[in-house]
């Protein structure tokens, strides 16, 4: 069982940049593909970004690319996302996700942390 805890969020300013923290603990996930999601308040949460094992594949929702960056330390069992010009609409809870098989089953997922962006 993979355990997931996200760190990093907080308040910014429209423009601003938040890197979020993904540090994973009970099994090595070196070679999962690992995932960022994110829910607005009476929204879905909507796919944000993944990234493969090896870290050489990325594919972000259209809405951050260009503008978030997901990476992994497999040294540390641990995903960034780097943000930048973080809009308002990007205010969110951003959870972290495990998958062993890069096709969801049996994912873990994380509890969030809180991103505002304030304009």
């Known amino acids: 069982q993979v355990q997931l805890i996200e760190t990093g969020g907080g308040l910014v300013q429209a423009g601003g940049s938040l890197r979020l923290s993904c540090a994973a603990s009970?099994?090595?996930?070196?070679?999962?593909?690992m995932h960022w999601f994110r829910q607005a308040p009476g929204k879905e949460r909507e796919f944000v970004a993944t990234?493969?094992?090896?870290?050489?594949?990325?594919y972000y929702a259209d809405s951050v690319k260009g503008r978030f960056t997901i990476s992994r330390d497999n040294a540390k069992n641990t995903v960034y996302l780097q943000m930048n010009s973080l809009k308002p609409e990007d205010t969110a809870v951003y959870y972290c996700a495990a998958d062993p098989s890069g096709g969801y089953s049996g994912t873990s997922w994380g509890r969030g942390t809180q991103v505002t962006v304030s304009s």
């Open positions: 009970g099994r090595t996930v070196s070679t999962y593909v």
């Open positions: 990234i493969s094992g090896s870290g050489s594949s990325t």
